[in-house]
């Protein structure tokens, strides 16, 4: 696919975000959303990876059926499910646009546990010393 072609497929996925919901979304950056440290985390860490494959994104995008963890403007949108239910998860790939692949982040309980086993140790209060 050519540089113009990819940039045309983009604003064309770009246009499932809706209308006057884009405020709070800019491309290739990362939003924080209602969801737990560990979610943001995993989030964070896929938008890092697509951000040094050139990839272009949206955290949080509200799209027709609902808010995306990452909308990948080379159509794709990627849910990261943590706590939800595969019920849920069918029932929100049902509501999202036709178009792009849905994809599911699954990310071994293992490493699920080790990121909350950070977080619960994690204080930035005691890391935070004066500037002079």
Not at 35 to 44: C, L, P, R
Not at 84 to 93: D, P
Request: hydrophobic content about 35%.
């Amino acid at each position: 696919m050519s540089k113009l072609e990819i940039i045309r497929q983009r604003e064309q996925v770009k246009k499932l975000i809706k209308l006057g919901k884009q405020s709070g979304s800019h491309r290739n950056h990362i939003r924080i959303g209602s969801e737990g440290a560990v979610h943001f985390i995993i989030k964070s860490l896929a938008c890092y990876q697509m951000k040094k494959q050139k990839k272009e994104f949206f955290t949080e995008a509200e799209v027709t059926g609902g808010k995306v963890d990452i909308l990948d403007l080379d159509n794709r949108i990627i849910e990261i499910p943590i706590s939800e239910t595969e019920r849920s998860l069918k029932e929100k790939s049902e509501k999202y646009p036709e178009g792009p692949e849905k994809l599911i982040l699954r990310v071994p309980e293992e490493t699920i546990r080790l990121i909350k086993s950070l977080t619960l140790q994690f204080d930035y209060e005691k890391y935070l010393e004066v500037w002079r």
